[in-house]
Structure formats: structure tokens, C-alpha cells
């Protein structure tokens, strides 16, 4: 299989070595900054950095635009392809509609996972959410992920906006909660590393529980009104701190009356 | 040391072994419900479970009051002790006063960690926070601390409710969001175990990062408004959710807005 891949970012990154492993070749890398494109091209075994849209000599099959989300439109109108190329975006944000600019095949490849250059990724844990228009397209797609995944969903771009809103309050606002506690306890010259252990092991609890529900602990679920009240003393100067601790405590009060 | 526990729930359970493991002796161990003593009791190597407060013949020589936060005043003050006995409670909440109607030294030995009784669990790693009202017990405390973790702190009450303000940040509100996470999945017939490895990657990344802030993604923070708006567009019949997504997104940008 013949690839593309439109920009060397995270998961340009990550999606390429992958792929490359998968047995697939591939072929150019583009960046708008060449040297960016070069850096991923040379841990690939035959790639060519490239820094210009026009693929109209590739022959790769397949082209897969890893670019922000908000460029996806932009960079698929500007591409140049081959005749029958399918072209996939990546964004767990975007439905499918975001390529109805290109002239080509298309569909949506989003790996399901937070990348960074740094830290390795084994892509056989990793959620593909796969889409298309056209049944062959779809089959090919799900052919390539299942060479890279253990785990190969087809989900509609609805379905995928879902999933996208699950893992904003798991991951994205989860992390806004730690970073909101380091500075809690640095506010009074308190270590946040202390915290480390206890949130790896709520986190695993959480992992191996039916339903987090089910492991909920602490002031909020079992109604002690006294520790609440100490709580809001303690945070009474902060006003975004306060409004988050009251939301989500009330959200937890009343989720747990109902059950 | 002679020691005894007063308490058979998930913390008497996991201090009781680690105190024995540790060269420690456990006199008794006390339950209202006596079976739930004996449960104990039998783990260990030579105690015998009780549901009385007379302890004036037990040659111990530290209570642990390993009881409810809203307990721990009533038991303490029930106490029949021998002379010189050392009290301490095991709570994260509650300040070293809640000992005081007891005619005892006084300390509190607080395990920030979260215990299920089917969950192995290893001290070494468990941060415990020591107070005490009097030096000799303070370094006993901290003596047997020792013993079984690698990470003793000695922490004022005031201190020791800042941790637990921080730990209600960090994991009875995010445990929540998980939860929440679960049923936005459900409700669209959608599977939350998809969700398990972007977890896991997501707090492994926050784990070894500086900052939480510093690994912070999520439309909020690139201030991604078009996919905001089609979040909470599809939150809208669900006021609690709603809110929550309100409240930390607004948090999210407000936080990296200053930075």
C-alpha cells in the first residue's frame, strides 16, 4: 500500500512510523516547513519530504491529512491528486464532510489517543474510528487499520462528535482538575507530588470498575456537609476554584441521590 | 509496638497487615459487629477481636481509631483506656481536635490513599501525614511511619486539609467525570471501554509531566469555538452536563488566557 501523509506533526508522527511498520511505504511527507517534513522523512526507510500540495505525480494510494483541525478544509481544497486517490482526514472533531471540497475518495482514520513526539506509542491499544462514503474506500481503511490495531471501529461522524465529547470530560477537563489542585496545594507551599500516588491508584480503580459510579468516594457522595462547608472556607477567595468545586460537587450530590 | 485497631473497614484492614509486617504486635482489633472483627483478626497473626471499649487490660500501647470522619469523636470519647496510651485517627478531614474529649496523648496518622478491601495495596509507596500535640508521641508516630512507608510527612491540620481539598480535585471530581463520560457514551449506545486507553494515556502523560497545565489539550484550551458550540449543542437537553462542560471550559480558557 502507498501512502501520503500531509503534515509532520504528533500524529503525522506517530500514524507514519506505524503505518511504515504495517508494511505500507510511504511515499512523500509534506510540511508547509520543509524542514519539519525532513525531520519525519528521515526516520522513515524511503520517504521524500516535500513542501509543496502538488501530488499529481504521486503514486500513493491513499492520502492522510494530519493537520489541525481547523486547517482540514483548507489544506484537502488545496491538494493536487492522482486519479482515484482517496484522501482521509485524522480529527476526532471533524465529520467527513470537512474533505467535501476535494475531488476524491474519501474518509476519516482518527486514532483515539493523545500523541506526543517524546513518549512512544504501541498503536495495537489504540481505538481506530474509521468512516467513508464508499464501501471500498471503507474496506480498504479498515483493511490498513487492522494491520496497526487491535481495536477497529466504524463510527459515523455523530457517533464520533459523542465520542469526542466523552473523552473532553475524561481527559481534557480531568487534567484541568489536576492542574487546579497543584495549584491548591502550591498556593500553600504544598507538594503535588504527594497527590501522584493517589490518583494513579483512582485511576486504576476506575479502569477496573464496572461503572466509575460505583467507586465514587469523598464529601460529595456520602453528603458530609461539614467537610463541603470546610472546603468552600478554605476556597472562598478564589472565585473560579469555588464555582468549580460547587458545580461539581452539586453534580455528584445529585447524581448520587438519584441512583 | 503494641498496638490496637479500632475499626474492621478498608483502612483497618490495609494498616492493620502493613503494621504487622512491620514488626508490630495487634492486641486487638474492635468492630461494633463482631464478625466483622473476627474477619480481621484471622488475618492476623495473634489478636483478638472485640466490641467493647474497655481496653483499661490491653497492653497496647497506640489506638488506631480507624472509624467513619463523623465517628471518630463519639468512639474516641467511648474509650476506656490504659495509662500513657497514645490515640491517633486516620482521617484526612478531620483535625487532631476531634481527639480532644479524649484523656490521652493524641496524634493522627493519615494514609492518603484510597483502600478497597479486595485491592492489594503497597504501603511503601502510601504518603502518611503525621500530626501530633507532643513531641515523644510525634517521633513514635513517625517511628512507625517509617516502618512501612517511604514517604512521611509531618503536616498540620490545616495542611492536612489542603491535601484532602487537592485530592477532592484530583480524584473525587474527576472520578465523576468519568462517570458522566460513561453515560454521555451509553445514552448514544456508545462504549465507554473505547474511552480506557486515551485515560490511561492522558494521566501516564500528566504523571511525568512538570505541569499538568503544560500537557492541557481539548478544544477550550486551542479555544476552538466551532466545536465547542457543537458540544454543548448536543448537551443541551442534559442541564447537569451542560453545566459542568460550562464550567470547565470557561475555566480551561480563563487559566490559559492569563498564562
Redesign the interface.
Known amino acids: 500500500m502507498n501512502i501520503s501523509i500531509i503534515g509532520a506533526g504528533n500524529v503525522a508522527w506517530h500514524l507514519a512510523q506505524a503505518l511504515e511498520k504495517a508494511d505500507c511505504n510511504i511515499n512523500e511527507v509534506y510540511s508547509r516547513d520543509i524542514a519539519k517534513a525532513e525531520e519525519l522523512a528521515e526516520i522513515l526507510y524511503s520517504t521524500k519530504a516535500v513542501n509543496s500540495f502538488d501530488f499529481s505525480r504521486s503514486n500513493s494510494e491513499i492520502f492522510f491529512i494530519c493537520v489541525s483541525?481547523?486547517a482540514i478544509a483548507s489544506v484537502a481544497s488545496q491538494l493536487i491528486l492522482p486519479e482515484e486517490a482517496i484522501v482521509v482526514h485524522t480529527s476526532g472533531?471533524q465529520p467527513l464532510q470537512a474533505l467535501d471540497t476535494v475531488e476524491a475518495y474519501k474518509g476519516v482514520f482518527y486514532p483515539?489517543?493523545?500523541f506526543?513526539k517524546e513518549?512512544k506509542?504501541d498503536f495495537s491499544?489504540?481505538?481506530l474510528l474509521i468512516e467513508a462514503n464508499n464501501n471500498q474506500v471503507l474496506l480498504k481503511l479498515k483493511d490498513i487499520a487492522r494491520r496497526i490495531s487491535k481495536?477497529v471501529?466504524q463510527v459515523s461522524s455523530k457517533?464520533r462528535?459523542?465520542?469526542?465529547?466523552?473523552?473532553?470530560?475524561?481527559?481534557?477537563?480531568?487534567?484541568?482538575?489536576?492542574?487546579?489542585?497543584?495549584e491548591?496545594?502550591e498556593s500553600?507551599n504544598?507538594d503535588?507530588e504527594?497527590?501522584?500516588?493517589?490518583?494513579?491508584?483512582?485511576?486504576n480503580?476506575?479502569?477496573h470498575s464496572k461503572?466509575?459510579?460505583e467507586?465514587?468516594?469523598?464529601?460529595?457522595?456520602r453528603n458530609?456537609t461539614?467537610?463541603i462547608f470546610?472546603?468552600k472556607d478554605?476556597?472562598q477567595d478564589d472565585e473560579?476554584l469555588l464555582?468549580?468545586?460547587t458545580?461539581?460537587t452539586e453534580?455528584?450530590s445529585?447524581?448520587h441521590r438519584i441512583d
Open positions: 483541525d481547523n472533531t483515539l489517543q493523545t506526543s513518549v506509542i491499544d489504540i481505538p481495536k471501529l457517533d462528535l459523542v465520542y469526542h465529547v466523552g473523552a473532553v470530560f475524561s481527559c481534557n477537563f480531568a487534567n484541568h482538575l489536576w492542574a487546579m489542585s497543584k491548591i496545594l500553600e504544598l503535588f504527594i497527590l501522584k500516588p493517589l490518583i494513579a491508584e483512582t485511576v480503580k476506575m479502569l461503572h466509575p459510579a467507586v465514587q468516594t469523598g464529601p460529595a457522595v458530609d461539614k467537610t470546610k472546603h478554605f476556597l473560579d464555582k468549580v468545586y458545580t461539581l453534580s455528584i445529585d447524581w
